[in-house]
């Protein structure tokens, strides 16, 4: 199964208010396919925060169901032997 990347649209680009931190910057109107923001206005920080916290996300929904994360037999694990009481 393929994992989904995120789409984000941007509309414009500017100088505002960020709708996440509050605090003005430069940044742009967007808003994602998923719906989560529809037109406003983010921080370029928050809207690279934003896009990496739903790429995790989807990378890890996807191997979930697919079954494929990674696990380290038990048989693997090393036991310090010499703090032993």
């Known amino acids: 199964m ?6 984000c649209v941007v ?5 505002q208010k960020c ?3 509050g605090k003005t910057a430069e940044g742009a109107v967007v808003s994602f396919a998923d719906k989560s ?10 809207i690279r925060k934003l896009l990496a916290f739903k ?3 989807a ?3 996807s191997e979930a169901s697919s079954g494929t994360h990674e696990r ?7 036991v ?3 703090r032993s009481a």
């Open 11 to 15: 509309y414009s680009i500017g100088k």
């Open 2 to 7: 393929e994992t989904m990347k995120p789409v």
């Open 59 to 61: 990378n890890a929904q």
């Open 72 to 78: 380290q037999p038990k048989s693997d694990l090393q």
């Open 19 to 21: 709708s996440f931190s």
């Open 37 to 46: 923001v529809v037109r406003e206005f983010l921080s370029w920080v928050m």
């Open 55 to 57: 790429e995790k996300a």
């Open 80 to 82: 310090d032997q010499s």
